[in-house]
């Protein structure tokens, strides 16, 4: 039985691994599940990138929306504006919040988040051991200006979900990713794996956060398998989300041949890019990284699987 770890952030992390599912149907996947976009909302730890993954291979997930929960209502989040509580930018409905009130309780009781979301799991049965990539508290913080000319660090969330990205992000700090340790499971996942994957999640805010916990690139590295990525941008720009925003954060273009140079032969094996950007293959391979042009738009999940199992040909290709 192959033995695929994937590292995942969000929405473009949970639809890649519905392809996944169904182009490596015997497969043992265990994903490594980004936890900076994590926050603390009425009292509620929030965990949007595994919940997404959890709900979206368990059944659950809002379909158009790729995140959130099918039949929601927001009667819960309509009273507590009544009230006067806040934020209101962030909308929790009323079926994701048990979520998030059994997953505080039991960490109150004392459950790390990894046994947490073994728990969460149960009921869902999404077909792969789900780990959060530390049971620590890390949270990705984003640099922007401020009006009279300083500058503030808001919470990735803020940035993202009240501001929609529409301010220039200056820098992208994982706040406590310096201390913290990989979770149970994680680096022995690494250790086992036949192949590792980056889906075409944010590379600096989701895969790139994963990889700011001590331990895990060097687990990635001493593992002695292919890793082989694909890229979040096709034709100079994100699939979805704001990649590009984050990336400019950080220096890097946003262009397929730029993220793979970011990632670096040293992490990536192998490196996927869109029909759109064949042009880049012959540089990215000249960067000591194997390169493929395939189409890489997930319109389906026959899509998604046909990008799976592209990137499970190139770790082939790699790997003889």
């Excluded at 913080?141 to 501001?163: C, M, N, P, S």
């Excluded at 593992?223 to 220096?251: F, H, Q, T």
């Excluded at 996927?272 to 390169?291: K, P, Q, Y």
Aim: with cysteine.
């Amino acid at each position: 039985m192959q033995r695929i770890v994937v590292l995942a952030g969000g929405i473009g992390g949970a639809r890649f691994l519905r392809g996944l599912q169904q182009a490596a149907p015997d497969a043992d996947i265990t994903v490594i599940g980004n936890t900076g976009d994590d926050i603390h909302l009425f009292g509620l730890k929030v965990c949007p990138d595994l919940d997404t993954v959890m709900y979206t291979l368990g059944g659950g997930i809002h379909p158009e929306q790729g995140w959130g929960r099918a039949d929601e209502t927001f009667t819960v989040k309509e009273e507590l504006a009544a009230y006067g509580v806040g934020p209101e930018w962030f909308g929790l409905g009323d079926r994701d919040f048990a979520t998030h009130i059994v997953r505080t309780q039991m960490i109150a009781a004392g459950y790390p988040l990894s046994a947490v979301t073994e728990a969460l799991c149960r009921r869902w049965e999404p077909g792969v051991r789900l780990l959060p990539m530390t049971d620590d508290r890390v949270e990705t913080h984003v640099l922007i200006d401020t009006e009279d000319g300083g500058q503030k660090a808001v919470h990735f969330q803020e940035y993202w979900v009240r501001l929609r990205a529409s301010v220039a992000a200056r820098a992208v700090v994982p706040v406590g990713a310096e201390q913290a340790k990989p979770a149970p499971g994680v680096l022995d996942a690494l250790a086992a794996a036949d192949v590792i994957l980056f889906p075409p999640s944010n590379p600096v805010v989701s895969i790139g956060t994963i990889l700011a916990v001590p331990g895990i690139r060097e687990g990635i590295a001493e593992a002695g398998v292919p890793v082989v990525g694909l890229s979040p941008i096709v034709g100079g720009a994100p699939v979805r989300g704001m990649a590009d925003r984050m990336l400019a954060a950080i220096g890097v273009e946003t262009t397929a041949e730029a993220v793979a140079r970011h990632y670096g032969s040293g992490l990536l094996d192998g490196w996927l890019v869109d029909t759109v950007d064949s042009a880049a293959v012959d540089a990215v391979e000249a960067a000591g990284i194997r390169c493929r042009a395939v189409p890489l738009m997930m319109a389906d999940t026959d899509a998604a699987a046909a990008m799976a199992a592209a990137a499970l040909d190139l770790a082939g290709e790699v790997r003889a």
